[in-house]
């Protein structure tokens, strides 16, 4: 009698409860041989992929080139020795800007002609050769009374000289001698004071002696003022057009009035007409009283 066949687990093998081992291209397989699940893949992802931490965040966006460029730079991580150089660089750019631009705004003679150049040195070359020569006739009084045998005498002739041009200085005698005479026609009445005082400021820089304007001496207290759309010289009117009587070197006193931004064409920008006539012959005969002072006394001995 042929014996019965045995049940599988009398025979040794252990079969595991579950569906039945996977049947591919190369054979069964069993637990041996990758019996283990893998986990289940969604649609469109890659074979192998294992799921991780990251994989409900989505894809990543890749960064474009200025992207990563401003990342790198900003926020700006700065050292404290690079600071200090970027604020003393700043400090020195805004300083040669504040340099460049005072040069460019008082350079005064920046678009000047040739012509007017060479006329404003000779100016400044007249001037220098006055003050040498007023220093030389200093000297020759110095050395006069040294060497006078009447000192005396000589003192007090020197003296009556130093009157006279003190007198002429303070408006108290009359003057003549060359000159110029200027006249301004301001029909728009748009010459205020403050332009004839610069007027006489520009005149005796250049070596005036004696102004006049209309019938009012200008001496060393002399005022301007504008009052009722005129002008008003010491508190008097003055009348269009001004005439103002200069004795001076004409050579000097005319091309300082000329030179350019200077008073005859600051006197045109405000429409106004102005002549400057050399003369041989200027006469100045306005006068002023002599004031004594109230307060101010010689302090010679």
Request: proline letters at 7%; aromatic letters at 2%.
């Amino acid at each position: 009698m042929l014996p019965e066949a045995l049940p599988p687990q009398a025979q040794g093998r252990r079969i595991t409860a579950g569906a039945p081992a996977a049947t591919g291209p190369q054979g069964p397989r069993g637990a041996g041989a990758g019996s283990a699940e893998e986990p289940r893949r969604g649609p469109g992802e890659p074979a192998g992929a294992a799921p991780g931490p990251e994989a409900d965040q989505g894809p990543q966006e890749a960064l474009t080139g200025r992207q990563r460029l401003m990342k790198g730079v900003w926020p700006p991580r700065l050292t404290r020795a690079q600071l200090i150089v970027a604020l003393l660089l700043f400090g020195l750019g805004l300083g040669l800007a504040i340099q460049v631009r005072s040069t460019n705004e008082n350079s005064v003679l920046r678009g000047a002609r040739q012509e007017d150049l060479v006329r404003i040195l000779d100016e400044l070359d007249s001037r220098t050769q006055r003050l040498q020569d007023e220093k030389r006739r200093l000297e020759n009084q110095r050395t006069e009374l040294e060497n006078s045998s009447d000192q005396a005498e000589e003192a007090r002739k020197q003296t009556l000289q130093k009157e006279q041009q003190l007198g002429v200085l303070a408006g108290t005698v009359a003057a003549q001698g060359p000159g110029i005479t200027i006249t301004i026609d301001d029909p728009s009445g748009s010459v205020e004071s403050d332009m004839l005082l610069d007027t006489v400021q520009e005149l005796r820089a250049a070596g005036a002696e004696a102004i006049q304007i209309g019938d009012v001496r200008v001496v060393a207290g002399t005022y301007f003022s504008d009052s009722g759309g005129a002008v008003r010289v010491d508190g008097r009117k003055v009348t269009q057009p001004y005439v103002v009587k200069v004795i001076g070197k004409p050579e000097d006193l005319e091309p300082a009035l000329n030179i350019p931004g200077g008073v005859v064409q600051s006197l045109e920008k405000e429409q106004a007409t102005v002549s400057v006539q050399r003369e041989k012959k200027i006469v100045v005969d306005a006068l002023r009283s002599a004031k004594r002072p109230d307060y101010a006394r010689s302090s010679s001995r």
